[in-house]
Each structure stands twice: as structure tokens, then as C-alpha cells.
């Protein structure tokens, strides 16, 4: 007998999808009631070890083509990404696969854009980390140079390959939407840093079209809209999806819950985790593996030769492949440069692996020794992602990898091993779509949201992409820490501390200082762009207190990581930013108020509104329901 599935469920063929592009094209023009043809939106995924970039205009959507850049200078192949790795030299900059083989390049200097309290303090003393802080003191640079020397080689090649296949004619008459990925942990003076780098990179230089806009979109939500929802895959109302984002660096998981499939809406469900258990750690363990084999040997290899092992014999060739097979009797053969045989047999059958010809015969047990530490520390997340989920009622339906370790048919059959027999599916596209995904999805970022967050202001007559209702979207994230602004209340007995008391003369009565009133608290589910708005006062006695306030009126907004946070303001409260406005309120128009001692005074009410945006939470300062300044309004990170 066959039952009826009351829950709704979508399949999402390729032809006729309720997210698909075509389906979005139809709202945006229906929106603007106009073709829209003149916009472009171009995602940069800038990652600790790869960057990758896709692009899109309105034409291409309607096709469902989101084109990808995949030919990269000093590359003759076609790649998904590009090294995130600058070399200086002679006053020259030297990028992505461009740096010469014999160089020393500095690696993961995204990651500098961090405070120490804010890395792992497994990362803080990481090898590749220090060098390039050393590099910022030897060239006199801070990390926001670095990132914008990157960003602005990366932007040169974009505008080269855009510009190839449209033609720059075409490409000056398309406006710029650009949306760059972050780390969803990331604090808001690390996007900041991001936001000026682009800046000073040219990345918005003025151009023949108008005004480029920028926005950040989190990396697992640009994710989760490429992958979630790709064709041939069926999603039902309360499935749980962990996106892996399996990466060079580091492995982020976060979990999203399918609340309602026409239109797919998706809430994240459990809190991101991430750990220091990329690919680049069972690289470093395959060359050790190497090295322990070659012996005196690996001393006499130079740079180069080390990079021609890593490069051609092992990335390009074993590890994207490999896949353990107990049964298999097959070789993996690895050639070694022969300057490491200089005085030496390049024959040794003494002990397995043989070397035969100056090649290793490694088998694939030996192999498999380099991916074991690192999927068993993802193994951990994914546990971790599990076990959260079910504390919360919820049951996980799929694991879907994306990133470049995410790609690795080895991952894939180790997860499915591990929890198909757990009824929880192990999806991986096919190709380069995990290692493009959170580029492609910021695409979809910048279609769906529009620069509703942009960092430009617009000119009067400029057009924008607007916000658009599609056929997917992720509602709401879970609050990573707590934000808040200290207050001054009535004080209550047995409920305010006597150190927090004092009088004030003005009002009357006593009050409790030091009182911290939150905005949103760690582990909260989010509504997305649904403001938080707290109503506050400040008394002034003159239009000359007033008048001194109002040039650079102040609100301090302030975070704490605990999983609870206090009533108070304590030690492990820090400061986020300070939104500062000018206030163009006459005096003569403020509340009237009259002191406990009979002195007529002035009251400003004003509110706080917080809104949350995905990569960021924009706060403004609002007085009757307007803003203030919104000109002038300037937020600065701590």
C-alpha cells in the first residue's frame, strides 16, 4: 500500500525549477519593469590557500550560466582557483600561479586581517602564518596592503577574461555588483579590513557605467544556495543539510533546515565549527612521507624539485584521484627529480616502497597514510554538527562536500562508510562545482540581496539591481556572539549590585550603572534583515551641552563570545564599533523636561536599530522612526 507524504517536497530537474536563474530573471524585470540587461555581478571566494571568481549578468542567468574563471596566468591548465600566494621582488608583486618555482611565497595572509584572541591558537604559531607576518614587518606593510596587492593583481585578471569574452565595449556599458565571501566567524573589524583593501585595490574605481557596489556575502551561505538546491536533487520541508566546506586550510561545517520548499527557505540550524584540517595538511604529510622514504636523499633536492614532487606528482596527479581500496594491488608511482641521486643508486629494493629508476612504488596503504589524521579530525566536525543538531530535536539528512579537499572521491567514500548506514546521505557534484561552489553562490548572493548592504551610497538617477522575493533564500543565522549596549536603570534591591548605585539629581532617583542591555545573544536564531530596535534617552540642561553633543554624537556597540552573557559590563564584554552621527534635531524641538530639583531641560529619544545582513549587522542611530545622518553616519571597528 502506498501513503501520501504530507510533507512537501521539490525535485529540482533541470528543465523547470522554482529557483532556477531563468525563474529569478522574470522577478528581477518584473520588478524594475525593464530589461536589466546593463548589470553584472562578479563573486570573488578569497580563501586562506585558493581564490576562485565566477560572473554573470542578467543574459547569462536566463540561461543558467554562471560563468567561471578558469584560466589563470603561469597556468597552462584549466583551473577552478588560483594560489592565494603573493611574492615580492625588485618592486615587482607576483601572484597565484605566476611566482616562480624556485620562490618562497607568503601564504595565508587573509588570515592577518585577524587579532591573535580571535584565531585559533592552534593557528597563531602556524608555520605559513608567521612567515607572513614577517613579511609585513620586512616590507613595512600591513595586512590590508597585502590582501589589496592580491586583490588588485585578481581584479586585473577578472576585467582581462571579462573583457575577452564580451568585449570591453560591452563591459563598459555593464554596471558592477561585486560580492566577496567571508568567514561567517569573521568580527566586524575584519570585514572592515576586506572593504578597504578592495577599495585601495580599485576594485570600485569609478567606471564609464557608474559607481561599482560591494557587499559580503558568508562563506557557507554562499554554499549552501549553490548546492543545496542543484539540479536532480530532491528536498523536502525539515530535511537538515551540513554543508563541509572542506578546504587548503581549514574544514567549516555549518547545518541549514529546509523550512519551506516553494519558495526554499533555509535556517541555519546548528552554529558553524570549523578546525585546521585542510588539504594542505595531508599534503605536508604526504611529503613527510616522502622524505622519511628518500632519506639524506630529500637534503640534495632544491625548491624546485621539492615543488615539481608536490605539484605535478601529487596534486595534480595522485590526490585529486586516489581512492583506498584494500584489495587493489595497484602503484602509485612518484618520479624524483634526479638531482636527489647525485653520488647515489637511484635503485633501492631494500625495503618497501622500492625506488626503481629514481621513481617511489608507493602502494596504496602507503598512500592512504597521508589522508587518515585529517579525516579523522573531519570526522570530529561532522560528529560535532550531529550531535547539535539531535540536542535540537533535528535529525540530518545529508552531508553535501564542497571546497577543494571537498572535491576528493577519497573524502566522499570515507563519509559514506562512516554514515550512509546512519540513513544520512554523502552528496559531491561532479568536477570543479565543489570547488567553485561558494564563488558560484556568491553570484547567487548578489542576485537575490541586490546591494541592499553595498558600502556605496547612491547617486541620484544611478540604477541598482534590486532586492528580489526568488524562489530561495536563507531566513535567518544563528547569533555567533552577543551584542548589546551598556545601560543606566532604576536600581531594584536583590536585583542590581550596590557598587552599581548612584543618584542621579536630574531624574531623581537612584540608578544602576554598568548594566548591559543586549540586542541579540550567542546562539539565538536570527531572523535575516528583520531589525532589532531599543528605545534610549540622554537629558541635556542646555542648548550649549546640547549643541557640543550633537557635532559627534556617539553609541558604543559592544560584543561578548560567552555562551551566556552577564547582566553587567565586565571584563570579557569588549567593544565591536562606535557608531558616531551628527544630529540635525533642533534643540527648541527636543521633549520637554523638567529636573527633580524644578530646572526645565531638554530629553533626546532616540533608538538603536540593528539589522542583521548575512556577512554583517548594520546598526544606525534613528530619531522618530528616521535615521540619523545617514549621510554622515560613520561605524568604526574597534
Known amino acids: 500500500m502506498v501513503f501520501l507524504n504530507k510533507k512537501k517536497s521539490s525535485y529540482l530537474d533541470s528543465s523547470e525549477k522554482p529557483w532556477s536563474l531563468k525563474a529569478l530573471v522574470s522577478r528581477i524585470k518584473k520588478k524594475t519593469n525593464s530589461d536589466c540587461d546593463d548589470f553584472m555581478v562578479i563573486g570573488i571566494d578569497f580563501g586562506t590557500t585558493y581564490s576562485g571568481v565566477a560572473w554573470a549578468t542578467i543574459a547569462d542567468f536566463e ?59 592552534e593557528l597563531r604559531q602556524a608555520e605559513y602564518l608567521l612567515r607572513a607576518k614577517k613579511v609585513l614587518r620586512e616590507y613595512n606593510k600591513t595586512a ?35 560580492v566577496i ?130 605539484k605535478n606528482e601529487w596534486e595534480y596527479a595522485i590526490k585529486p584521484q586516489y581512492k583506498a581500496d584494500d584489495t587493489s594491488k595497484k602503484e602509485y608511482i612518484v618520479a624524483i627529480p634526479a638531482e636527489a641521486f647525485k653520488g647515489a643508486s637511484m635503485n633501492d629494493d631494500s625495503r618497501k616502497p622500492i625506488i626503481k629508476e629514481g621513481r617511489i612504488y608507493f602502494s596504496s596503504s602507503d598512500i592512504q597514510k597521508a589522508f587518515t589524521s585529517v579525516f579523522s579530525e573531519i570526522e570530529k566536525l561532522v560528529d560535532g554538527q550531529i550531535s547539535k543538531a539531535k540536542e535540537n530535536g533535528l535529525s540530518v539528512t545529508g552531508i553535501i562536500l564542497v571546497g577543494g579537499l571537498g572535491s576528493s572521491p577519497y573524502l566522499y567514500d570515507h563519509l559514506v562508510s562512516r554514515y550512509e548506514r546512519r540513513k544520512i546521505r554523502v552528496l559531491q557534484s561532479t568536477g570543479i562545482r565543489p570547488r567553485t561552489a561558494i564563488c558560484r553562490g556568491a553570484i547567487f548572493k548578489g542576485f537575490l540581496d541586490g546591494p541592499t548592504q553595498s558600502t556605496a551610497e547612491v547617486a541620484p538617477g544611478e540604477k541598482h539591481l534590486p532586492k528580489v522575493n526568488s524562489g530561495i533564500s536563507v531566513a535567518s543565522t544563528i547569533a555567533r556572539q552577543s551584542l548589546g549596549l551598556v545601560i543606566a536603570e532604576r536600581f531594584e534591591a536583590g536585583r542590581h549590585l550596590n557598587e552599581d548605585r548612584y543618584y542621579d539629581k536630574d531624574e531623581g532617583y537612584h540608578f544602576a550603572g554598568n548594566q548591559m542591555q543586549w540586542f541579540l545573544e550567542k546562539g539565538q536564531n536570527v531572523p535575516k534583515l528583520q531589525p532589532v530596535k531599543r528605545s534610549y534617552y540622554q537629558l541635556f540642561r542646555s542648548k550649549d551641552d546640547f549643541d557640543e553633543s550633537a557635532n559627534r554624537f556617539d553609541s558604543e556597540i559592544l560584543q561578548c563570545d560567552d555562551d551566556v552573557p552577564p547582566s553587567r559590563f565586565n571584563d570579557r564584554i569588549k567593544s565591536l564599533c ?35 545582513s548575512g556577512a554583517s549587522i548594520d546598526f544606525a542611530i534613528l530619531y522618530q522612526g528616521i535615521k540619523l545622518g545617514s549621510q554622515n553616519a560613520k561605524i568604526e571597528f574597534e
Open 181 to 310: 565571501t567571508v568567514p561567517a566567524i569573521w568580527k566586524g573589524y575584519a570585514r572592515q579590513g576586506m572593504e578597504e583593501a578592495a577599495r585601495k585595490s580599485g576594485i570600485l574605481n569609478s567606471r564609464p557605467a557608474g559607481r561599482t557596489t560591494l557587499t559580503f556575502a558568508p562563506e557557507p551561505e554562499a554554499a549552501a544556495l549553490a548546492t543545496i538546491c542543484e539540479p536532480g536533487r530532491t528536498i523536502e520541508e525539515d530535511d537538515v543539510y551540513v554543508i563541509c566546506d572542506a578546504g587548503g586550510g581549514t574544514v567549516d561545517l555549518v547545518s541549514y533546515k529546509v523550512s519551506d520548499t516553494d519558495p526554499i527557505t533555509l535556517h541555519e540550524a546548528v552554529v558553524g565549527t570549523g578546525g585546521l584540517c585542510g588539504g594542505i595538511f595531508i599534503d605536508e604529510m604526504f611529503e613527510s612521507i616522502c622524505k622519511a622514504r628518500l632519506g639524506r636523499q630529500w637534503s640534495k633536492l632544491s625548491q624546485t624539485g621539492i615543488k615539481e614532487i608536490m
Open 63 to 121: 540561461k543558467d550560466q554562471i560563468n567561471l574563471v578558469t584560466s589563470w596566468p603561469g597556468s597552462g591548465r584549466e583551473e577552478g582557483k588560483a594560489p592565494t600566494e603573493l611574492f615580492y621582488e625588485d618592486d615587482q608583486v607576483m601572484w597565484g600561479y605566476g611566482i616562480p618555482a624556485d620562490a618562497e611565497p607568503i601564504r595565508w595572509f587573509k588570515l592577518l586581517l585577524l587579532k591573535d584572541e580571535d584565531l585559533p591558537s
Open 144 to 178: 590590508v596592503d597585502l590582501i589589496a596587492d592580491y586583490f588588485k593583481c585578481l581584479w586585473e585578471h577578472i576585467m582581462y577574461t571579462i573583457n575577452k569574452a564580451r568585449g570591453k565595449i560591452v563591459v563598459d556599458g555593464l554596471t558592477f555588483h561585486v
Open 578 to 612: 562606535t557608531i558616531t552621527v551628527e544630529l540635525d534635531v533642533p534643540y527648541e524641538l527636543l521633549e520637554d523636561f523638567t529636573s527633580a530639583e524644578g530646572k526645565r531641560m531638554k530629553r533626546f529619544n532616540f533608538d538603536v536599530e540593528m539589522v542583521p
